[in-house]
C-alpha cells in the first residue's frame, strides 16, 4: 500500500486532497477499483476518466479535462514515465527459489557456486561451471559444462545453457530459453549433409535480457555475442557468430542468420528477419516483419520485404494500393493512341 | 476394435454387407491394411479407392464410384465430419502421469491440491497454488506461485507457468508453453533500457488449448487474456496485455504485439502477425502471413503484408505479376508519342 | 593440440616450414592467437592476414597474397572445405550425461533400454518405450509411452518426444524440441471448436537432426515423417501430416502446415511458410521468407510473397522500386494526350 502523499512525493508533484488515500496497485481506468492508481495519458482517454472507479489518477498535463473530486489526479510531465516509476514500488516481488540448494538439484562436485545461491528443484549443473553471487536458478535449468554466469544472473524455469557458454552480470533469461545449441552448418559430401563441427560459444554481456524459448546458437568458431544490456524478446532465433551491438532491442520472433553484425542501440521490430553475413549499422530501426536482405546505413529507418528506406516503402505501398487503376488508365491510353490512329487523326 | 456395424450405428446410417468386419483404426487410402477403416471425400481420391487395402471406407454421398464388393462403404452426408465421429472412439487413450502425486515432485506445502490429481515425475508447484480436481500435470512442469488451475486441466511436459497465473477449467496447454513471462517493457532512462516492471497476470479461461512452445506474457498491469474456447497452435507469441477474444483460431507461429484486442472468432492463419494496440473486430479472418498493421473491421476477410481486404489483395498481386510487362507497354506509349511528334505528326 | 605437419597430413598438402608449430583451435583471422589456425577464403580477407596473429593459415589457391614468414600457410584447393576437415579433429568433444542411468532418472519397468546408456538426471521414460544402443538423453528429457529410439541418438535437454514416436538412428534433437504434440485440428460444432483427435504419429527417419525448440505435430492419422538424412533447424512449425523427404534442410523459423509434403533434396530458407496441402518437388529451393501457397514444381528456385520464380520475383521487385516514378510519367502521357486534344493537335 502506498498513499496518495508518497506516491507524490515519489513523483516530486503536489499531492492533491486525499493524501492519505491508500493505493494497492495499478490499473486501467476501466478496470480500476477503488484501491487502484490509474492514468491518463491523452485527450483520447478522458471519457474513460469520467466513468473510471479508480481511487487516483495520474496524468500528463498536456491532458484538457475536469478533476472529478471523488478522483484525485497526480499532474506530472510525462505520465507513461511516471507510471514506470510507480510500478517499481508498486511491483509485488517476483518469486524465486528459496535461498540454497534445493535437495533434487544435482550439481557436479567439480562446479563452484558463489555465495548466496538460489537455485531450486531439478537443476542440474555441469562440470566445471563456475557460478556468481546471488544467482537464481528456477526449477529444470541446466547448465552445461565450463560455463560461467556472472552475478546477480536469473535464469527462469527450463532454460539450458549447453557447455562453454558465458554470462555476463545481473543476465535474465526467461523461461525456456536455449542458448548454446550447434549452429546450422552442414556441407554436401557427395551423399549426404555432414555436419559441420560447431566449436566455438556464446557470450552474453552484462545487463542482457532474453525472452521465453528464444534460442541463440553457438559459433562455428570464436563467438556468437551478445553486448551489454542489449533486451531480446521471446522466440527469437540467432544463428552461428551473430554479433549484436549494445543496448539493442530485438522484438518477438525476430530472426537473425548466421555471422549477422547488429550494431549499437538497434530495433528491430517482430518478427523482422536478417539474412546471413548482413551488417547492419548502429541505430537501425527496423519496422515490425521487416525482411533484411542488405547492409543497412547507420541510422537509417527502414521497412519491407525487402527492406528499404521507410519513406520509399510507404511511397511503393501507396503506389502498389493504386496499381490495379493504373492499369485500367494505362490501357485507355493504348486504346486512344490506337483509335486516332485509325481514324487517321495521327498518320504515320 | 470397432465392427462395422458399431461403426454404421454411430453415424446413424445403413451397414452394408460385412457388418462382422472389425476395424481397428483410420488410415489413408494409399497406407490402409485391411483392419484399417479409410475415407473417400472426394471424386479425385476414386483412383485410390480402386487400389486400397483399407478393410471398409467411409464416403461422402457425393462421391460418384463404383462400390468394390471387398471393400464394403458407409455411404454418409459429410464423410470428413463422420471421420471425426470415428475418430472420437477409434482414438487410443492420451498416456497422462499416473495417479497421485509422483515422490519426485516438489509441491509447496501451502499449495492445495484437488481430488484426483495425476502428477508426475519432477513437476515443482510453487507457494499458494490452487489446483483443481482430476488435473494432470505431466514431467518437468513448474507451477509459479500463487496461480491458480480449474478442474480438468492438462498440462504436458516442461510448461511453464510463472507466478499468479490464472487457468479455467478444461484447460489443455502443450508440452514447452511458458505462461506469465514478463512483457517486453522497457524505457530509455539516458544510458540504458530500464525494466518497466510487469504487475499484470494472464488468465486463461474454460476450455482453451495453448500449443507447444507458444509464449504468452504476463501484463504491464490488469492482465492478458485468453478467451473461452480459443485454439491457439505451436510457437505462436502473445504479448503483454493482449486480450483474445472466445472461440477465436490462432494458428502456428502468430505472432501478437503488446495491447492488441482479438474479438471472438477471429481467425488468424499461420505466421501471421499484428502490430501492437490495433483492434481486431469479431469475425475477422485473415489468410496465412497477414501483416495486420491496423484496426480491422469484424468480419472482414483480409490478406497481404499491409494486410488488407483479400479480394483487394490478390487484384493488387495480380497486377504486380503484370508489372515488368506494364513497364514495357509504358515506355511504347511515350516513344511512340515522342515519334509522331518528331515526325511533326503532333504538332505543338 | 595438432602440429602443422600433422594438420598437413590430414587435408594432404605440403607442409611450410613451421611443421612442429602446435595448434589448438580454429579462430578468424581477426581474433586469432599464435596458438590458432585461421582461415584465407577470399582476396577481400587479404588485408586481414596481414595484420593476423594467427599462429598458421589455411588458404585457398585462388587467393593472391604474400606468405609472411612468420605465419605459415597450408595452402589447399578449398580453404571452407578443408577447415570442415580441420574442425572435426580439432573440435573438442560434446559433453553428455555420464555412461549409466541417473538415479534421479524415472525409467518404467516396462521400458527396454540398449547397451551403453547414457540417461542423465531427471529424465523421464514412459511405459513400453524401447532405446536402442548409445543412446544419450540430457537432463529433464521426457520420453512418452510406447515411443522407440534406434540407436545412437542424442536428445539433449528438455526435448519431449509424446507417445508413440519412432526415432530411427543417428537421430540428433537439440534442446527444448517438440515431438508429437496433437496436430491442430477443430471442427466447429455449432457451440465450440471439437477437438478432431490426432490419432496418428511422428516416424523421423536416420541421420535426421532437428533444432532447438522446434515443434513436429503427430498426424492426424498416418504420420508425419521426416526423411532420411534432412536437418531441421531452430523454431521450426510442422503441423500434422506433413511429410519431408530426405536430405531436406529446412532453415530457423521455418513453419509449414499440415498435409504438405517437402520432396527430397528441399532447402528452404528461413521463416519460409508453406501453405496446408502443398506439395513441394524434389530439389526445389526457396529464398528466405518464401510464402508457398501452391505446388512448387521440382527444381525451381522461388521467392517472394506469394513464392513465385526467383527470377520473376527479382523483375517484379525491380519494377516495384520504379513504380511510384512510373506514376508519375503515365500521369504525364494523359495529360499531353489531353493538351494534345485540347489545342485541337488531335481532332476527334
Given at each position: 500500500m502506498h498513499t496518495l502523499q508518497q506516491l507524490a512525493d515519489l513523483l516530486g508533484v503536489p499531492c492533491p486532497a486525499g493524501a492519505t488515500k491508500e493505493l494497492a496497485t495499478v490499473s486501467s481506468l476501466i478496470d480500476a477499483t477503488p484501491s487502484d492508481l490509474s492514468v491518463l495519458?491523452?485527450?483520447?482517454?478522458v471519457r474513460e476518466y469520467k466513468k473510471t472507479h479508480a481511487g487516483a489518477v495520474l496524468a500528463s498535463k498536456k491532458v484538457k479535462f475536469s478533476v472529478r473530486p471523488d478522483v484525485p489526479v497526480l499532474t506530472v510531465d510525462d505520465a507513461e514515465l511516471a507510471l514506470v516509476k510507480v510500478l517499481e514500488v508498486m511491483a509485488p516481488p517476483i518469486p524465486h527459489p528459496a535461498e540454497g540448494i534445493h535437495p533434487s538439484a544435482v550439481i557436479d562436485p567439480s562446479a563452484t557456486v558463489g555465495a548466496n545461491p538460489h537455485i531450486g528443484p531439478h537443476v542440474v549443473v555441469g562440470a566445471g561451471v563456475k557460478i556468481g553471487n546471488n544467482v537464481r536458478l528456477h526449477p529444470g535449468v541446466v547448465i552445461g559444462d565450463d560455463s560461467t554466469l556472472g552475478d546477480d544472473c536469473t535464469l527462469f524455469a527450463n532454460v539450458v545453457l549447453r557447455e562453454r557458454i558465458t554470462l555476463g552480470s545481473r543476465v535474465m533469461i526467461h523461461a525456456g530459453a536455449i542458448l548454446g545449441?550447434?549452429?546450422?552448418g552442414y556441407r554436401w559430401d557427395g551423399s549426404k549433409h555432414a555436419k559441420v563441427p560447431q566449436i566455438g560459444t556464446v557470450v552474453v554481456e552484462d545487463d542482457v535480457e532474453i525472452g521465453s524459448n528464444t534460442c541463440i546458437d553457438r559459433a562455428k568458431f570464436n563467438e556468437t555475442r551478445i553486448g551489454k544490456g542489449t533486451k531480446i524478446d521471446n522466440l527469437v532465433q540467432l544463428g552461428h557468430n551473430v554479433r549484436v551491438g549494445m543496448h539493442a532491442i530485438l522484438c518477438g520472433q525476430v530472426g537473425i542468420a548466421g555471422t549477422v553484425t547488429v550494431g549499437n542501440g538497434v530495433v528491430l521490430g517482430g518478427a523482422s528477419v536478417v539474412r546471413d553475413h548482413v551488417h547492419i549499422g548502429d541505430g537501425v530501426m527496423a519496422a515490425g516483419h521487416s525482411v533484411i536482405a542488405d547492409d543497412v546505413e547507420p541510422k537509417m529507418i527502414i521497412s519491407g520485404m525487402?527492406?528499404?528506406a521507410h519513406r520509399q516503402n510507404l511511397r511503393e505501398q501507396g503506389a502498389i494500393r493504386r496499381l490495379p487503376e493504373l492499369m485500367v488508365e494505362l490501357r485507355k491510353v493504348q486504346e486512344l493512341i490506337e483509335k486516332y490512329r485509325k481514324a487517321g487523326l495521327i498518320q504515320e
Open positions: 495519458t491523452s485527450d483520447k482517454y545449441t550447434d549452429g546450422f525487402p527492406a528499404i
